[in-house]
């Protein structure tokens, strides 16, 4: 990956309004590859059942989706998620978002995602599938 291209992306999670409200952090970000992560917090993740929404986790899932599919310096968008939810979080957990590219063609490329917790539990499974638009990122 560019390093222009590293930076950039970097940049943009910083100033995203959705990730600053979830207080989502990009950690690592390789060619196809990210990893962001957020604090569990109940009071304002919760669903009606006192467990973790999927919403909230689907956030976590789609923005390491997000940030490994620009690592080629041109802009992807989701043409098809798909998430299994495993288990709930414990309140204040750290989750993790690993996105990994694991096929590319010319339009389009697919992930394989997981959330797990500080511990290593698996929260969330994840295949994510981009269609690459071929336009370079508007914010590089």
């Known amino acids: 990956m560019e390093p222009g291209v590293r930076d950039a992306i970097w940049a943009a999670v910083n100033r995203e309004p959705f990730a600053q409200a979830l207080q989502m952090k990009l950690v690592e970000l390789a060619d196809g590859y990210s990893a962001v992560e957020m604090t569990f917090d109940p009071a304002q993740m919760n669903n009606i059942y006192a467990r973790a929404h999927g919403g909230a986790l689907f956030a976590l899932i789609d923005e390491a989706f997000e ?45 394989a995602i997981k959330v ?20 370079p990122i508007p914010f590089l």
């Open 116 to 135: 797990t917790d500080e511990k290593g539990q698996l929260i969330a499974t994840c295949q994510a599938l981009a269609y690459r638009t071929g336009k």
């Open 67 to 111: 940030t490994a599919g620009q690592t080629d310096g041109t802009v992807a968008v989701a043409l098809n998620v798909n998430v299994t939810y495993v288990s709930s979080p414990v309140a204040g957990v750290r989750l993790r978002a690993e996105a990994r590219q694991v096929s590319r063609t010319k339009k389009t490329a697919g992930y």
